[in-house]
């Protein structure tokens, strides 16, 4: 069974400065997806970024960039020049890249402040 | 908006009562996933659904059951409640292929006093 850890419960920026948060997981497949999303007081999940294992160049959206270390099974997020609005809690996804079964299986989270 | 619909957005109940939450998918995807989230805690899988068979299950109570419909909508039943499944749970689709990204609903609170 796959596991996600991430080991931060809780991080705080100044606006516009940049955090990023870590996230690693344990897998015996070769083959699979791994997946950030945010969860804002409004309790939504909201995909920020996904990055392919297959896939040596890290994922980027805009403000927000991966650095996927296949090997060391590690999968960090970065977010760069931080606003208010990224005030929220961060999730690290896996998912197997068998069709069968092809859940989200999440980390425990990581609760990031962004302070004015 | 994702979407993805679910009913109802808050619930109230007391202990050894049942009930049935209702998701929505987005037109077109045949996947439903139940997720169980608990105050500040990750989210945890419950079932998933394909095309209206029982796909993949995950650490979901025997009190827990769930069904997908013909029309692709599902729900999740929960019976003999007690106050520890009081959680927000969300219901998320998506297209069913390998890697398809998850679209999740706005979750629906329980509350089990």
């Known amino acids: 069974a796959q596991t996600v850890t991430q080991s931060q419960p809780e991080m705080s920026v100044q606006e516009a400065e940049t955090v990023t948060l870590s996230c690693t997981y344990d897998t015996s497949e070769n083959n699979y997806y791994l997946f950030w999303y945010k969860q804002p007081p409004s309790r939504q999940m909201i995909l920020v970024i996904r990055?392919?294992?297959?896939?040596?160049q890290n994922a980027t959206e805009n403000r927000f960039s991966v650095n996927f270390q296949k090997a060391a099974k590690s999968f960090s997020l970065k977010i760069s020049d931080s606003q208010l609005g990224d005030t929220a809690m961060y999730f690290c996804?896996?998912?197997?890249?068998?069709?069968?079964?092809?859940?989200?299986?999440f980390g425990g989270g990581t609760r990031v402040l962004v302070k004015p | 908006d994702s979407g993805v619909t679910q009913t109802p957005k808050h619930l109230i109940t007391a202990t050894g009562q049942r009930v049935t939450l209702r998701c929505s998918p987005r037109s077109g995807d045949l996947s439903v996933y139940w997720y169980q989230q608990s105050l500040d805690q990750g989210l945890q899988f419950l079932i998933q659904y394909y095309n209206g068979e029982e796909r993949a299950k995950g650490n979901i109570l025997e009190r827990f059951s769930a069904q997908q419909f013909p029309d692709l909508h599902s729900e999740l039943n929960l019976s003999s409640l007690e106050l520890g499944d009081s959680a927000l749970y969300f219901c998320?689709?998506?297209?069913?292929?390998?890697?398809?990204?998850?679209?999740f609903g706005e979750g629906s609170r329980l509350t089990v006093l």
């Open positions: 996804a896996f998912m197997t890249g068998k069709a069968a079964g092809n859940k989200l299986t």
């Open positions: 998320a689709s998506s297209a069913g292929t390998v890697a398809g990204e998850l679209f």
């Open positions: 990055q392919e294992a297959y896939k040596q």
